[in-house]
């Protein structure tokens, strides 16, 4: 009992937002593991791009913040990870990836 209630008053405890933020993040991982059952032709490239840049940076201030979040830090590589994979479907479906392919094939 005492461990949990140390868990419970500590700096990144459940009383805090770090650990109701990234418990709210968690949200755009499981969105993008759902997108993975789309056509990648409903893939929004730019929003993609942006939702990467966004874990990339929150990446660094989760590592960066005392105390460190590693919550936090966790669900945006799980979040980067996923958005990678989605623009890397989305730029197979416009041909950005496929034509390098060919490319190299013909030559």
Not at 1 to 28: D, E, I, Y
Not at 52 to 57: I, R
Not at 58 to 80: D, G, I, K, T
Not at 82 to 89: D, E, G, N
């Amino acid at each position: 009992m005492s461990s949990f209630r140390a868990f419970l008053n500590s700096p990144v405890g459940p009383k805090t937002t770090h650990f109701w933020g990234p418990v709210a993040n968690w949200g755009f991982v499981i969105a993008g593991l759902v997108d993975m059952n789309k056509p990648p032709e409903m893939i929004s490239g730019n929003m993609t791009a942006a939702m990467c840049v966004y874990s990339g940076l929150f990446m660094r201030f989760a590592w960066m913040v005392q105390p460190r979040n590693y919550l936090l830090l966790s669900c945006h590589v799980s979040n980067e990870t996923v958005q990678l994979y989605q623009l890397s479907r989305w730029a197979r479906a416009q041909g950005y990836l496929s034509e390098k392919k060919e490319e190299a094939s013909s030559k």
